[in-house]
């Protein structure tokens, strides 16, 4: 037996068989814990025609819902007593609910989809999401229980009070 043969066989496998393996098809999975009445929030940029296959599996007995929007949520859409707000169903393109709850949708625009996960009972709940795309964690942008106008006004107030010591600092250097 050539053992050159061998070894050559062997290194060329070993150096082809990472590459191969890294361009293999993976899925993007993410886990997490919920309670009920919580949301979570994802992003997936897709192209015309591409499809997505979302699932979810509860480790338990939790009833979750899967949105797919067309366009970035600006509220939850879930109530004080962890039901969903009727107002959800209109800017929707697709959605499935349960304990293992799926959506397979074709893009009809390229353009960022966004997906929402709701727990409404059942929870505390454990859960395991799949995607055939990459998705990205979303946060709502905004801050509850602040208003902007007050925001705004503490701001300029602020600066304006540093303006002001700033240039009677400067005032008393000159004058010494």
């Not at 886990?31 to 992003?43: I, K, R, T, V, Y």
């Not at 929870?123 to 905004?142: I, M, W």
């Amino acid at each position: 037996m050539n053992y050159n043969k061998v070894f050559l066989a062997s290194v060329i496998f070993l150096l082809l068989f990472p590459v191969t393996y890294s361009l293999a098809e993976t899925k993007f999975v993410f886990e997490d814990q919920m309670n009920d009445g919580n949301s979570l929030f994802f992003l997936v940029e897709l192209e015309e025609d591409d499809e997505i296959e979302i699932d979810l599996k509860a480790q338990e007995n939790g009833y979750f819902h899967l949105y797919l929007f067309d366009e970035r949520p600006a509220e939850t859409h879930v109530n004080m007593d962890n039901t969903i707000d009727s107002d959800i169903n209109k800017d929707k393109v697709a959605h499935d609910s349960g304990s293992k709850p799926d959506i397979n949708y074709t893009a009809e625009d390229g353009q960022i989809y966004y997906l929402q996960i709701i727990l409404t009972k059942g929870g505390p709940d454990f859960f395991r999401l799949e995607a055939n795309e990459k998705l990205s964690r979303y946060y709502l942008p905004q801050i509850p229980g602040y208003q902007l106008e007050i925001l705004m006004l503490s701001l300029v107030l602020s600066i304006g009070i540093i303006l002001y010591v700033i240039k009677k600092k400067k005032i008393i250097s000159f004058a010494q």
